[in-house]
């Protein structure tokens, strides 16, 4: 059964740093594209970065670009998102998605509509004082 777990969030003051993680199981994370969505209370899902799982291609909001980076282990089957610099409108619960579809050619598109088939439970991360 394929199943995405999400880890590594907390409280973070502003300014500061937080690598979440998105651990699979029941499949082989290096054959899959994988993206971090994230959601704040009252405001819709937003699709925050993505890595295929062909060439290692990636995508990143605008609102995150210079400031978040996507990684993968394929040996511990996990994927990161190191968030750096983080603001206030960071705050929301992040969660990570899989699909085995992700290319070069389709991964903005695939980020703007959510379309992956397996998705996490979520995990919080909150930037306060």
């Known amino acids: 059964q394929l199943q995405l777990v999400e880890s590594g969030g907390g409280l973070v003051q502003p300014g500061g740093s937080l690598r979440v993680s998105c651990a699979a199981s029941g499949f082989t994370l290096n054959y899959y594209g994988i993206g971090w969505f994230r959601q704040a209370p009252g405001k819709e899902r937003e699709g925050v970065s993505c890595?295929?799982?062909?060439?290692?291609?990636?995508y990143y909001a605008a609102s995150v670009k210079g400031r978040f980076t996507i990684s993968r282990d394929n040996a511990k089957n996990t994927v990161y998102l190191q968030m750096n610099s983080l603001k206030p409108e960071d705050t929301a619960v992040y969660y990570c998605?899989?699909?085995?579809?992700?290319?070069?050619?389709?991964?903005?598109?695939?980020?703007?509509?959510?379309?992956?088939?397996?998705w996490g439970q979520g995990t919080q991360v909150t930037v306060s004082l």
């Open positions: 890595i295929s799982s062909s060439d290692g291609t990636t």
């Open positions: 998605a899989a699909d085995p579809r992700i290319t070069r050619d389709n991964i903005v598109t695939k980020m703007r509509t959510a379309d992956f088939g397996s």
